[in-house]
């Protein structure tokens, strides 16, 4: 990989800027606008929050549910919830849930990009009410998020003192976490792997190797989780209760429609899907100028296009042809947040700065 001038402090920055944004998540779940706790009305949120508060009753009564097979999140939860009183332990789980979406998103465009990129990112992505609906709902759909955005930091912006083989299998374990969360996470992580697989190309042979790190991590963090699931529950099959559910909605194609409703009616008021074909599209602008951009900017532009478009394309065979009714649904397709997001800061961090120079050799945190 092509060095970055200034690399030699990235590691003691990186505890810093995590750190830093925790901090923060704790003050924008304590006085922002998204609230600690779910919505009165709502009920699946609550089922998780019960299973916070009281697992091995549970457990006992039901054993191994769709619910509690979201492992990654559920276990994390019974954590905090057995340390701190409920409130206290839900700000805590929401801020950690933030910082695991915030943190590598400043990570990544400060290593590539510089200061004053990052910090754009960090206020878009907590300005963002789309992933704030998301983390703010105590539903799997949030964590899932912030897992997939841990194995991007993991893949292209970790300490550099890391081996790249550890990393990317970090990496790969954190797409499994994120899969065994809520298996349409999958849609994401395959378009992560996909801008990561881009974005550090420099050989057919380092592809390879990436993509052998990633699923040794992958496979060897559903081996951990499998364990886990069979020691607390006796059952290897930590997917088996969401796969179950997978196999019903196929069987009865109208299980899903009956749910959220038919036709497509609800395109014309569906804003909040506009967001990633117009990063994608200033992306295509700025790919205009390809001779103007080093080799890492080109491979990062290219890397974060083609994730947006892998997401977009995954998501859309879901919803039209597959008929999984994900885009009409706000909470499953938040996930589509997290490619915009990068997508955006690349545009930004490219947009920022004067072709040929590397601001990364001056910015310092």
């Not at 009183?85 to 590598?104: D, E, F, M």
Request: charged fraction near 10%; charge should be positive.
């Amino acid at each position: 990989m092509e060095i970055i001038p200034g690399q030699a402090k990235h590691e003691l920055a990186q505890y810093k800027v995590f750190l830093l944004v925790f901090l923060a998540s704790v003050l924008l779940v304590w006085i922002g606008p998204y609230g600690n706790i779910g919505s009165v009305g709502t009920l699946d949120p609550w089922i998780y929050t019960g299973y916070f508060l009281h697992f091995n009753d549970l457990v006992a009564r039901a054993g191994h549910t769709y619910y509690v097979s979201r492992a990654p999140y559920v276990y994390l939860g019974v954590a905090l919830y057995s340390i701190f009183t409920p409130l206290v332990a839900n700000l805590l789980l929401k801020a950690l849930l933030w910082t695991g979406i915030a943190a590598p998103l400043v990570l990544i465009t400060r290593k590539y990009f510089g200061l004053n990129a990052a910090l754009i990112a960090w206020v878009a992505t907590f300005a963002n009410p789309y992933l704030g609906m998301a983390l703010s709902w105590d539903y799997p759909d949030g964590p899932a998020i912030s897992f997939t955005a841990l194995g991007l930091w993991l893949a292209l912006a970790p300490p550099s003192r890391w081996p790249p083989a550890v990393t990317l299998m970090l990496a790969g374990a954190c797409w499994t976490m994120a899969a065994i969360t809520n298996m349409i996470a999958v849609l994401i992580v395959l378009s992560s792997v996909a801008t990561v697989i881009v974005w550090r190309a420099e050989s057919l042979k380092q592809t390879f190797l990436d993509l052998l790190a990633i699923g040794a991590g992958a496979i060897a963090g559903l081996g951990v989780w499998s364990t886990a699931s069979w020691l607390v529950l006796g059952q290897w099959n930590i997917l088996g209760p969401q796969l179950a559910q997978i196999a019903y909605a196929k069987a009865h194609p109208d299980y899903l429609q009956d749910m959220w409703g038919r036709g497509y009616a609800w395109l014309a008021d569906c804003y909040r899907l506009f967001a990633l074909p117009i990063v994608l599209l200033a992306s295509a602008v700025l790919l205009t100028r390809w001779q103007a951009w080093r080799e890492l900017e080109r491979r990062a532009l290219l890397g974060s296009m083609v994730g947006g478009l892998a997401a977009a394309g995954l998501f859309a065979w879901q919803e039209f042809v597959a008929h999984k009714v994900l885009l009409r649904v706000s909470y499953h397709s938040s996930y589509l947040a997290l490619p915009t997001l990068l997508a955006l800061a690349v545009v930004g961090g490219l947009a920022l700065r004067q072709p040929g120079r590397w601001p990364a050799a001056k910015a310092r945190l």
